[in-house]
């Protein structure tokens, strides 16, 4: 095998290009990196905990309020967030894993606002049984963008808690997810429109949707957000 | 193309990597400062304050990377560095290169510089391997490129008119010669025809420095950085 160019920056563009804005979280090491991601939870009952999994490929483990929802992201208020990702032309690339357990939900997304606030945002949820609702059983392209619903994936829920790697394409007018590198079919989805302004990218445990024993559990080992 | 591993994204298993790093510049850290250094602001990264009041954060607009903003008192100056003045140098003075995607918010009544440095001192730049504005200088709203050694330092003008835009910015070193390149165009070569005794012979780190002249805030933002030894 011969080496493409000594700089990681002539492995994805020529000098000629002004590289965009791009980041890397590989989530190994002794702790979560606090300068980068902040932390914000919901609910009540139990402590949320952010740790790095002592488990082999186990990167970050989020464990979520016994009935709320714990969520890492830039945004430690909402006076100062962080958003450097276009809402008309991005990528966030996920690889996570949901732990089965009834009213569990993991959702990632790019978002314009701080979990407190109303605003924009559009990714994807993974969720186990929750209280009958529509999304049971289901990984799915999701968003609160006007006129956009959910777009179900047709994954089957046999493979739901699973790791897979995600990743959400934003651009002007359409949003797509794609789930292990499908590009049509089972593990796409397509939806009409994009967030309204700039964003950040979230990672969410949940257990909001009903009580469980412990909290949600979920697992992230790589994260990847840049401009198009 | 794919690889099994990043370090064979670069070299062969047979070659010994050397050192190698690169920064994102992306998160939610933003701060202030008013005297001493901060470490680990993000990705390890550092900010001395040199003179002055000071801030610096990631910086919340699309593509905006991290920026340093000084006071609005006369000659405030911070720096973004490595950590200690007097160590964290790594760099091999003979054979490195240096990569970064720099933007700058105003074109007047400012110092500024970032590449590689042997201080992040606000006085001589010893061990230098950079690009400089100083509007002092003539032409005043030029980049420059600088290199120096033992406090004596070579400057010439890039020919480029500083603006507000995002440029990629490359430094290299040899042994025989400096250069220095902005959005993949070659602009000054450094060799002993033009700089003799004027190019870093010792470790450097990188840093990016920015001093306002005129009481008025001044602010240099970068979004990626990539330093590496050949």
Partial sequence: MTTSSGSLYEQLFPLTTVMKQRFVDNFSGDALDTDRWSTNDTGSGSTATYTMADEVDGGLKITSTLNGASTLDWSPTDSTKKRPFNNTGSVMIVTSKLVQANYAIMYCNLRSNHYTEAGSWIGYIVQGVTNGNSGDNKIRLNSNISGMTSVDTSLSSSVLYDWHTYKLTVSSGTTTLSVDGILSGTGFATGSGNPTTRLHPALVSSASEGATSSGATTYFRYVECYNT | ?230
């Fill in chain 2, 1 to 230: 193309m794919t690889f099994p591993s990043v370090h064979e994204m670069f070299d062969p298993l047979t070659t010994v990597r050397k050192q190698h790093t690169w920064s994102w510049f992306s998160g939610s850290s933003s701060g202030s400062i008013s005297g001493g250094t901060t470490t680990g602001i993000l990705d390890d990264w550092s900010i001395t304050n040199n003179v002055g009041s000071n801030s610096y954060g990631v910086n919340d607009e699309v593509d905006g990377g991290f920026k340093i903003t000084t006071g609005t008192a006369s000659n405030c100056v911070l720096t973004l560095n490595n950590g200690n003045n007097a160590t964290h140098k790594w760099t091999d003075p003979t054979n490195c290169v240096w990569i970064a995607v720099i933007k700058q918010f105003q074109t007047t009544n400012q110092k500024c510089d970032f590449g590689l440095r042997g201080t992040t001192s606000t006085g001589a730049t010893n061990n230098a391997n950079h690009f400089k504005q100083h509007t002092s200088w003539s032409p005043s709203d030029e980049w420059f490129y600088e290199t120096s050694q033992n406090n004596t330092a070579k400057e010439i003008s890039t020919g480029v008119t500083v603006d507000t835009a995002w440029h990629t910015f490359k430094g290299e070193q040899s042994s025989s010669s400096c250069s220095g390149s902005i959005d993949g165009v070659l602009k000054v070569t450094m060799d002993d025809t033009n700089a003799s005794g004027k190019r870093p012979n010792d470790r450097q780190q990188f840093t990016m420095q920015m001093q306002n002249l005129s009481g008025v805030s001044r602010s240099l933002a970068i979004r990626y950085v990539e330093v590496y030894n050949t």
